[in-house]
């Protein structure tokens, strides 16, 4: 079975200094990693080259079995993997309905698509997708609101529904958990949880080990670029690479 | 219709027309400020054809338009490599190439002018202006213009997220070239005259004064802008020539205050919500 995203060999520096150093892993089908490591050990970084926000040095990435190493960025999206970003990038002239209307677009290309008036009809069917999917998160009464006024915890929330819409098998997420309260916390695994139901694969940056735990079953460790450690997180845990590299900065 | 004031409502169209036309790249982010010299394209391309080839208004004004388009097009690709005032620079000067190619060319009477035979009434523009309106409504209307805003607002992620983002900027970029080159192809027919020295810097300026007054957030901005433009300083002519300063102090004044222009989307909404609440998901 192909792996929904397969990393091998990478290497990225920046003006000489090395932010990945030959970095391998996979992430099967079904299996929910997170991406863990100390601050700017290039966890973020991971998902620019994955995301094609970078160029790539060396390696390979394949996403769904298609190698989409130096795909151009906009490309990436149509192989099934879409990202959310750390700190929430919506566009924030637009409304939340508008800004999941734009995440649609990847299943909406033609040009029938593009020049359709879809605003005329209150109930076209892209705007009901769009209620719909806010719904299912308890967003629906903010679709009509312009983004740039709400509140933290509802544009995280929007960041990732918005996400959703892409129609992508593979979802990585920048941090999701960050800055939310617990029970805005419970409400997201409660939502990650549905959408590993349905079939979707996530990879998880994530420094809430409590919430990596809940659900994450595999777990990759970076630490000044490499890879440190992968498995289990109980597993990990042990690791004495690890304990060194979280000294200091918090309890792993 | 008094003649003064069939006369003011011409000019307005024109500059409804010259203000979509740089509208339509600006809501992408991209600041053209060349848009005169597409109207001259038009313009001449639309009077050559039915001076020197006999070719009917109906089929020379839309060609007018065509090659602007395609020169916004063609253009387009490279120049809209660079931002900011990068853009605004190369689009300034090729607005100032584009006039002095024409200056210089002896086939369209060169710095003499050019006469222009056909024809078009005060009602030919006003529909032309039309036209452009009712186009710009239902391009608001559909996805295109929410790429627009998507990728003013943030191009890393409308890229991410598919949205080709430099094909809906040379697309804008061109769009608005052809919507320029049709306005000046109706004010060749209008005026039975074109020069080069029309279609100048201060032209290219203004109509972005407009559309920025008029404010880029929503379609409606650039018609309330270029209204206001012409008809202020009619309305101002009591004081003669003292109309121009106070115009001027109050623009000034104006952008201080509200820098995002005049018409947003917040004041639509604002203005939606009050007499009919219940249906605010209909624009």
């Not at chain 2, 039309?130 to 409504?137: E, F, I, K, S």
């Amino acid at each position: 079975m192909t792996a929904a995203l397969s990393i091998q060999g990478l290497n990225k520096s920046f003006a000489g200094v090395r932010a990945i150093t030959d970095l391998s892993f996979e992430v099967p089908k079904g299996v929910t990693t997170a991406l863990i490591g100390p601050n700017g050990a290039g966890k973020t970084t991971v998902f620019n080259l994955v995301s094609g926000v970078y160029g790539v040095d060396a390696g390979t990435i394949t996403a769904n079995g298609v190698d989409i190493t130096h795909m151009p960025s906009r490309k990436r999206i149509s192989t099934g993997i879409a990202r959310s970003f750390q700190n929430i990038r919506l566009m924030s002239h637009l409304t939340v309905l508008e800004n999941m209307l734009v995440g649609q677009h990847v299943r909406n290309t033609s040009l029938r698509a593009l020049l359709t008036p879809y605003r005329l009809f209150p109930n076209h069917r892209w705007k009901v997708e769009a209620r719909a999917a806010l719904a299912e998160s308890g967003l629906e009464e903010w679709a009509n609101e312009t983004v740039g006024a709400l509140p933290y915890g509802v544009r995280k929330r929007i960041d990732l529904v918005r996400a959703t819409l892409a129609g992508a098998s593979v979802l990585m997420l920048d941090e999701p958990a960050a800055g939310l309260n617990p029970s805005e916390t419970n409400a997201l695994r409660d939502h990650l949880k549905a959408l590993m139901a349905k079939g979707i694969t996530l990879l998880v940056v994530e420094h809430d080990m409590h919430f990596v735990d809940s659900i994450c079953e595999n777990v990759v460790v970076l630490n000044f670029g490499e890879k440190i450690a992968e498995g289990p997180l109980s597993q990990v845990r042990q690791n004495a690479k690890v304990r060194e590299a979280y000294i200091g900065a918090e309890e792993v | 219709m008094s003649g003064y004031l069939t006369g003011v409502l011409v000019v307005l169209a024109f500059n409804v027309m010259a203000a979509y036309a740089v509208y339509l790249p600006l809501a992408a982010g991209q600041l053209n400020l060349g848009i005169a010299g597409f109207m001259a394209i038009g313009a001449y391309a639309s009077a050559f054809l039915t001076n020197e080839y006999a070719w009917p208004m109906w089929a020379a004004i839309p060609v007018g338009a065509g090659l602007a388009g395609l020169t916004g097009l063609l253009i387009g690709i490279p120049v809209l490599r660079t931002h900011g005032i990068y853009l605004a620079m190369a689009t300034f000067a090729l607005g100032q190439v584009i006039s002095a190619l024409f200056l210089n060319l002896e086939v369209v009477g060169g710095a003499a002018g050019y006469p222009v035979s056909d024809y078009v009434g005060p009602n030919g523009v006003f529909l032309a202006a039309a036209a452009v309106v009712v186009l710009m409504l239902y391009l608001s209307r559909t996805r295109f213009a929410l790429y627009l805003t998507a990728v003013k607002s943030d191009p890393t992620v409308a890229d991410l997220l598919g949205v080709s983002v430099r094909g809906i900027q040379v697309a804008a970029f061109a769009l608005g070239a052809a919507v320029a080159g049709f306005g000046g192809a109706f004010y060749a027919h209008h005026y039975n005259f074109v020069e080069a020295q029309h279609f100048n810097v201060l032209l290219s300026v203004f109509t972005v004064l407009y559309v920025l007054f008029g404010g880029t957030q929503t379609v409606w901005g650039p018609l309330v802008g270029a209204a206001f433009f012409t008809l202020a300083p009619e309305l101002l002519r009591a004081s003669d020539q003292w109309r121009y300063a106070l115009f001027a102090v109050f623009i000034i004044v104006f952008m201080a205050i509200r820098p995002q222009g005049l018409v947003t989307t917040s004041l639509l909404r604002f203005a939606r919500r009050k007499p009919a609440a219940e249906s605010s998901e209909a624009a």
